[in-house]
């Protein structure tokens, strides 16, 4: 999962784990949930479960708003055979694929 500040159009924040409540939590936790203003996502039954419980934050359920996560989900894809679908070059472990993924944004300067 991937947080992108609309202003800057940098990534402020990714998160890489399975299952997609717990994944969340750690990405909120990451950004600081006094930061969140507005998340705007699909309608993934996760974002309504941990949103839901704050007050604070508006929730945007719209694919129109999710562009700019979803490019960026391609670019990393493209650049970074680990994110491969159905490959034999795949990470062994979610530490690397985390490092790789900093790495790129850091190389490409999207992650702030």
Sequence with gaps: MT??????????????GPGQTSVLRK??????ENN??????DGNFAYEKELGK????THVVSKSETCLVGSYNSV???????????????????QMLELSIALFLHSRMLLC
């Design 3 to 16: 947080a992108v500040d609309r202003q800057t159009t940098h990534i402020t924040a990714f998160e890489v």
């Design 27 to 32: 990405l909120i936790d990451k950004i600081g």
């Design 36 to 41: 969140l203003k507005t998340v705007c996502a």
């Design 54 to 57: 704050n007050a604070n934050i």
């Design 76 to 94: 990393l894809r493209y650049y970074l055979v680990r994110l491969h679908r159905k490959t034999k070059c795949h990470s062994k472990s979610i």
